[in-house]
Each structure stands twice: as structure tokens, then as C-alpha cells.
């Protein structure tokens, strides 16, 4: 019981951190590039991507958002769990969104550059296992 609450608290710890390089408006303008850059590796047709352009930074701050929210409720969750179950919600939607955008293994032209970026890959879907083990897996009975 103690091991699954630090876990939780590692995971709110590990959201609110992403939440906070999302949210801040320097970074924001970085994280801005990537977003047309995602929907290129998606391959959405320049006229889809033309479109969505004015609205990226709201997508970049968008993210940020599922993650302070997602670790908020991971706190709260600790202590209930439909609170629980709604930050894994959250933090799943982040989480895969962060996967897709920052981790591209599937349009790396080079093999140390798609291993980098499946290795991310992997290791954030990692994440999202573990959020279901917590949030939707089976209860230990108290021994």
C-alpha cells in the first residue's frame, strides 16, 4: 500500500513537472515548432496543418494542461479513487500525446536516430501501462 502511494506521488511529481515546462510561456514557444512538425510526421495534408498553425501554442498549453490536471487528481486519487481513475484518464490522453509528437521513431531516417526515438517511444508507453496498473488494476487484499 505505501509502494503503490510513492508511485503515485512519483507519477503527479513526474506530471506536474511536464505541466510546468508546458505551461511556461518561454518554453511554450519552443514546444510551438514541434506541434507542425507532429502533424508532418502524421502526414496531415498541408492544408489541415495551414489551418491548425494559429492555434499551436493553445495545443502546446492544451498538453500542459492534461498534465497539471492529471497530476493534481493523481494526488487527489491517492485518497480516492474515482479521482484516481480520472487523472490516469488525463494522463493516458497526455501521455500518448506525448509519445506521438516528441518520439517519431517511424520517420527517423537514420538507425541511431530511430533507436533514440523509439527507445523515448517505449519508455513513455511504459509510462502508460503503469498508469493503468494503477489506476484499473486489481485491488491487493490486506493481508
Do not use: C
Not at 503527479?12 to 510546468?20: D, G, P, T, V, Y
Not at 494559429?54 to 494526488?75: K, S
Amino acid at each position: 500500500m505505501v509502494v503503490a502511494f510513492v508511485g503515485k506521488l512519483l507519477i503527479a511529481a513526474f506530471a506536474l513537472a511536464s505541466a510546468w515546462a508546458l505551461l511556461d510561456p518561454q518554453t511554450t514557444s519552443h514546444f510551438t515548432p514541434l506541434v507542425d512538425k507532429a502533424l508532418g510526421n502524421l502526414q496531415v495534408p498541408e492544408i489541415y496543418r495551414s489551418q491548425i498553425r494559429p492555434f499551436e501554442p493553445y495545443v502546446v498549453q492544451f498538453h500542459g494542461a492534461l498534465f497539471a490536471l492529471g497530476g493534481v487528481f493523481m494526488i487527489l486519487g491517492a485518497l480516492s479513487s474515482a479521482a484516481g481513475k480520472l487523472s490516469v484518464s488525463l494522463l493516458v490522453i497526455a501521455i500518448t500525446l506525448n509519445a506521438i509528437v516528441f518520439h517519431p521513431f517511424w520517420v527517423a531516417t537514420s538507425a541511431a536516430d530511430q533507436a533514440q526515438a523509439l527507445l523515448g517511444f517505449l519508455q513513455v508507453t511504459a509510462l502508460v501501462g503503469a498508469l493503468f496498473n494503477f489506476g484499473f488494476g486489481k485491488k491487493q487484499d490486506k493481508q
